[in-house]
């Protein structure tokens, strides 16, 4: 069966997932925290259309109900927790410098690669019309960790760990229809409050090192050693 | 059968000569709506042919040190880039031009009129046009991989290079909303804004040279010479507008060779070209130009957005 | 299989007849290179023939060990090279006699200069015709020892004498590694004869050590990254010719070399792999070749690194054909493996011709480099209308030959859909895309080469008094460059002799390449596919003749002459043009951390007013792989010597030990 074959709505689903993993990119290429708040944003709201679509293809309605889950947390309450914690911290205009954006890049695309090529047996297993998207859902998981091990902003390496959840939640939509709704629920609380906690956490931080940059986290060490004349 | 090939070949000239004619209004569409919304009043839309009759009678002035070759390039990269247009259907489908260059040897005809442009450029021994090949040049070797990946993307999906084959198996499988195509439009929309010389990479009406890419080649030209690389340039445009409109809205292009057919496939064409003309006027006043070591990051996003083409058409439509 | 014999021999009489030049230096242009260019013609009518019948000839010579005699062996695929061999040969005697008069029999030695370009010729000729791994290797050392002292002609200089002497190392060290592998196979084989090794089944296992080996010792003949240390300090010393001959044929016999083991000796037994590692190892050094080329203002230096470049294209077309054949799609596999022996005879044609014209400019102007050239196409327009020939034909462009085999390899390269491996469908197109990013990195690079070298106005004073070259050298640049245009112009009549190759080595070779007539070239059928080199040439000229009858003013208006604009600051001069330099330096921005740049302006300020009185700027661009490959190899190799050394005690009594120990050890062995 070729692509043409499939019906117009399933077209629809593996377009979206197909650009949520552009947003995945868009996310590691940002320099501006605010503007990777957005990326964030329309992410959760295409995983949002993407569950919306598969609910409606294949008639599971309780989809229905994670989709408007999703894009209510993930597109819109904490994406405005985050821009208000970034005002708060007073960091609007902060550009954070990613080193060398190309190599991270074509090291996210090799990261595709590799999630097509462990996503492959899974993908013949399954018979569902969406089972392509399985790797494209991995690879949204794997570049969320590659985000947060690439930038050293604290609100980004948020950012890049929300995404990984994003990723997970659309792997269990693509994969098997969802998960069992007390899971997504339990899910989706931890995600809420640990974005609660990272914001308090943000302004220890803050107090501490007179900034966000999480690099800095390692002269905890260097206090430990010297213990006592170190420069700070 | 004879009859019906010497048919085939004599729309296919025709619909060459069109296209060369035509080039020039597309350029005076865009330019037009570009003057609209920046609030100003535009030139007529027949401006650009009045401003190639004005050249084409003028005198030629040439620098005192410029070599045969000088003279003989804006020949070339005008043959070359007609070449190219030759090879793309415009209006139908099935003509014969197709099969004689596919769409890898029209980008080596791009490349044949570009290397031509570069060396002319060289060739007065100015710094205005070593500086423009240099740009040229290396503007052209990012895009390359951004484009062909995208094209790969294309005939992957068609399962041929030949531009008629292509287009005759994607307007067969009917309305298709496939990833690929989708990364491969936005990769080949941002390849065809670098080298066609529009903004952002280049502007082309700017008369700062050292902002210029591909006015500082032409800077020497004069009377007919440069009335055909200006032509050769707003065919360029053209074809990159033809290339997209056609693969990725193929519907309306004739199928059959009858005049009903082919009065639709010239109405279709025309409305697509008017609506690339909008968007390629709105992009052009909403961004600003980069300056050129911005450039890589812009066409690298190009190749990015080709390779997730390529990468979606593997993963997610092969085996669907 | 005469004409084989016949070319060998002259050319060994020509290395004879070229030992009395240093007494009489007219022996070299009367005797010795014209008996070259009979070799040339033979040894390229062998070839021809040879791919034209598809036939297969093999001879046992009375040479060699007495149990082991040479054998001969003429196949399409030695065909192919043997042909290659021979013409560039025939264009390189036609150059010589005009080249040679630069050199003077007191400073140089022209005996050595014949000489050894005739035993040169003559290992290389026996290395494409051997049968057996004797004869190869035999061939093989000769072809390398006598190149020695060819690079090593004018040892005056030290570079010279340094770059000599690395390019013998890494011949031997290849030429080592080669042995090996062949010594695999003879263990299989039973026999050293090539016919037994092709006959042998060897374990896979073994089949890739053997694969390996020869992958790394041809590669590094070849000019493989990051084996290629020794082709940008070699090529550009040697004299022009020999240097045509070195990057033209050498090269390509060892492409020969490695297509022989790979592809005959063990072909019925290809694994996916081996095409893996050859694309891999291809993308890379093609992309680092051009990068490299690109930022060189020496011409013969950037000429050498497009060799390389070029050579990592031909890699990529028998990786490629490999990973087709080993995963059982034939018909592509010879598809690939026609791309890029087309690319092979195009980079002996084009980078012959290109090394031809270099010479020439060399001999007017007594410049290498780029910075100092510049208005040379109105001195010497025929070798600046060739120069362009060649430039067009490497930077791929239609309708040259360059194109063709590019074009080729793509289409090969397309069809990576039909493999079975997701990641391997992936992988195709990315080294496919990063061939189009090399072939229009090559595009620049020669842009920048002629436009620097011939156009714009002379920046030096030699250069402003050059003049055209003799007939001779014109003739053989003009040779080549219509080869060029022949081979880009009429593809289907070329691919219908290289099909002779997988014929003769598989069974069946293209059935559609040629299907639809002499006209189009559809090497996967016409639904594909298609390209019309002819009618591609026919529409240019067309059309630029009805550009030039339309436009072209009829009145006798003359065209006016007037100055270049110069923004109203005065009369330019050539100080004010792009160097070369200056036309890389986007691209050396752009990809700076694949370079070792060292990049200094010192300002000389003057004290009193502190304006700049001076600028000085230098650059130095250095290869990555001496500080990551060869230094720390050269640092570990004395290491060990140096430990080892303390073997040698100078005490007698110590080596009195040695001596009696051994004796202790070998009573006991036979005991």
């Known amino acids: 069966m070729s692509f043409a074959d499939l019906a117009l709505p399933e077209q629809a689903v593996l377009i979206l997932a197909a650009l949520v993993l552009f947003t995945s990119f868009a996310l590691l290429a940002q320099t501006r925290i605010v503007s990777s708040i957005n990326v964030f944003a329309w992410q959760g709201a295409l995983v949002a259309a993407a569950t919306a679509l598969v609910a409606f293809v294949y008639a599971q309605h309780h989809l229905y109900f994670s989709a408007l889950m999703t894009f209510a947390l993930k597109a819109l309450l904490i994406p405005t927790m985050l821009h208000r914690l970034v005002v708060r911290l007073k960091i609007t205009r902060e550009i954070e410098t990613v080193v060398n954006p190309a190599l991270v890049l074509l090291g996210a695309a090799g990261l595709v690669v590799f999630s097509y090529y462990v996503a492959l047996p899974v993908e013949r297993l399954s018979t569902l019309a969406t089972r392509n998207t399985i790797a494209v859902s991995m690879a949204v998981v794997l570049l969320g960790m590659l985000m947060m091990v690439a930038r050293h902003q604290a609100v980004t390496q948020v950012v890049g760990f929300m995404s990984m959840e994003n990723g997970l939640f659309f792997a269990a939509v693509v994969s098997t229809h969802g998960m069992p709704l007390v899971v997504e629920l339990g899910i989706a609380f931890d995600v809420l409050v640990a974005s609660v906690l990272f914001g308090v956490f943000f302004f220890q931080i803050r107090e501490s090192f007179e900034s966000l940059d999480v690099d800095r986290l390692n002269r905890l060490a260097e206090r430990e050693e010297s213990g006592g004349d170190e420069a700070s | ?320 | 299989m005469l004409p084989v014999h016949v070319a060998v021999l002259c050319s060994f009489l020509s290395a004879f007849a070229a030992l009395g030049a240093n007494r009489h230096p007219a022996l070299l242009a009367r005797l010795a290179f014209p008996l070259l260019g009979l070799a040339g013609l033979a040894a390229a009518y062998a070839g021809l023939d040879t791919l034209l019948h598809g036939r297969v000839l093999t001879l046992v010579l009375p040479l060699g060990l007495p149990w082991l005699h040479w054998q001969m062996y003429l196949d399409p695929l030695a065909g192919v090279f043997l042909a290659i061999i021979g013409t560039v040969l025939v264009a390189v005697s036609l150059y010589g006699p005009g080249y040679v008069r630069e050199y003077r029999p007191k400073r140089d030695s022209l005996a050595a200069l014949g000489g050894f370009t005739g035993l040169f010729v003559v290992g290389m000729l026996l290395v494409v015709v051997a049968g057996d791994a004797f004869m190869f290797m035999v061939a093989w050392e000769l072809m390398s020892l006598s190149s020695y002292f060819l690079v090593a002609f004018q040892h005056e200089h030290a570079a010279n004498r340094r770059a000599a002497f690395l390019y013998l190392l890494m011949a031997h060290a290849g030429g080592l590694l080669i042995l090996f592998a062949y010594g695999v196979l003879a263990a299989h084989a039973g026999g050293f004869s090539f016919a037994a090794m092709r006959a042998a089944s060897i374990p896979a296992p073994w089949a890739s050590v053997a694969f390996a080996l020869a992958f790394v010792g041809f590669g590094m003949k070849a000019g493989l990254v990051p084996l290629h240390a020794w082709l940008p300090e070699a090529h550009p010393v040697a004299p022009s010719h020999v240097s045509a001959l070195m990057s033209g044929v050498m090269l390509k016999v060892a492409v020969y070399g490695f297509v022989r083991v790979a592809f005959d000796l063990l072909g019925h037994q290809i694994q996916a792999g081996w095409g893996i590692s050859a694309l891999l190892v291809g993308s890379i050094t093609a992309l680092l070749g051009v990068l490299y080329a690109s930022v060189q203002s020496d011409l013969k230096r950037l000429l050498a690194y497009s060799s390389i470049e070029n050579v990592g294209m031909i890699f990529i077309a028998l990786g490629l054909a490999l990973l087709f054949l080993g995963t059982g799609h034939a018909t592509l596999g010879y598809l690939a493996l026609v791309a890029g022996l087309y690319h092979a005879c195009n980079h002996a044609l084009f980078k012959g011709l290109l090394f031809l014209g270099a010479g020439a400019v060399l001999q007017q102007s007594h410049e290498r480099d780029l910075e100092r050239m510049g208005g040379l196409l109105r001195r010497m327009p025929w070798t600046g209308l060739m120069m362009l020939v060649g430039c067009l034909s490497i930077a791929s462009l239609p309708p040259f030959n360059g194109f063709v085999s590019e074009w080729l390899t793509l289409q090969a390269a397309l069809q990576g859909v039909v493999l079975d491996n997701g990641v391997l469908r992936i992988l195709v197109p990315i080294a496919a895309a990063m061939l189009a990013l090399t072939a229009a990195l090559a595009a620049a690079t020669f842009v920048k080469a002629y436009g620097v070298a011939f156009l714009g106005q002379p920046r030096g004073r030699h250069v402003r008094h050059a003049r055209e070259a003799d007939r001779g050298m014109r003739g053989a640049m003009a040779l080549l460059a219509l080869l060029c245009l022949a081979l880009g112009v009429l593809p289907t009549w070329f691919i219908g002799l290289l099909d002779a190759v997988p014929r003769s080595l598989f069974g069946t070779g293209l059935p559609f390449a040629v299907a639809e007539g002499w006209l189009w070239l559809t090497p996967s059928g016409a639904a594909r596919a298609s390209y019309s080199a002819p009618l591609v040439l026919l529409a240019i000229g067309l059309a630029w003749l009805v550009a030039w009858l339309v436009l072209h003013p009829h009145r006798g208006q003359a065209v006016r002459r007037g100055a270049p604009w110069d923004c109203g600051f005065g009369p330019l001069n050539s100080r004010m043009q792009y160097t070369a330099a200056a036309f890389a330096m986007p691209i050396r921005r752009i990809f700076r951390p694949v370079w070792r740049i060292d990049e200094q302006l010192e300002r000389t300020v003057d004290s009193a007013s502190g304006r700049v009185t001076g600028l000085r700027h230098s650059l130095t661009i250095g290869d990555r792989a001496w500080t990551l490959l060869y230094e720390p190899l050269g640092r570990w190799v004395l290491l060990a010597a140096r430990r080892v050394s303390r073997m040698q005690t100078g005490n007698i009594r110590g080596y009195l030990a040695y001596s009696f120990f051994t004796l202790l050890f070998l009573l006991w062995l036979i005991s």
Not at chain 2, 39 to 50: F, K
Not at chain 2, 58 to 80: D, G, H, M, T
Not at chain 2, 181 to 200: H, K, S, T
């Open chain 2, 1 to 320: 059968m004879a009859d019906q090939l010497i048919l085939e070949w004599l729309l296919a000239l025709l619909q060459t000569l069109l296209f060369a004619a035509g080039a020039p209004l597309f350029a005076g569409w865009v330019k037009r709506l570009k003057c609209g919304l920046q609030n100003r009043r535009g030139p007529s839309l027949l401006q650009p042919y009045r401003d190639l009759w004005k050249l084409m009678r003028k005198q030629v002035v040439l620098a005192e040190e410029a070599s045969p070759l000088f003279r003989a390039a804006p020949y070339v990269v005008f043959a070359a880039t007609a070449l190219a247009a030759s090879t793309i259907p415009l209006i139908a489908v099935h003509l014969p031009t197709g099969a004689i260059a596919d769409v890898i040897v029209l980008v080596g005809f791009l490349g044949l009129a570009r290397f031509f442009m570069a060396l002319a450029a060289m060739d007065v021994g100015t710094a205005f046009g070593g500086m423009g090949a240099s740009r040229e040049m290396t503007v052209s070797s990012l895009a390359e991989p951004a484009m062909l990946m995208a094209i790969f993307t294309l005939t992957m999906t068609a399962h041929s290079t030949n531009l008629s084959h292509a287009m005759d198996q994607l307007i067969a499988d009917g309305l298709v909303l496939r990833p690929s195509f989708m990364f491969a439009l936005m990769g080949l929309l941002l390849v065809a804004l670098a080298e066609c010389g529009r903004i952002p990479v280049d502007n082309p009406a700017t008369h700062l040279e050292l902002t210029m890419i591909h006015e500082a080649m032409l800077l020497e030209y004069s009377g007919r010479h440069l009335a055909l690389m200006e032509w050769a340039a707003q065919l360029k445009l053209a074809i990159y507008a033809v290339l997209i409109a056609n693969i990725f809205i193929p519907w309306g292009v004739a199928t059959r060779l009858t005049p009903d057919y082919l009065a639709m496939g010239l109405l279709a064409i025309v409305a697509k070209l008017a609506l690339l003309g909008m968007a390629l006027a709105l992009a052009e006043t909403v961004l600003a130009k980069m300056r050129l070591f911005r450039v890589p990051a812009f066409l690298n996003l190009a190749f990015l957005l080709a390779l997730l083409g390529m990468l979606s058409h593997v993963i997610l439509e092969v085996g669907a």
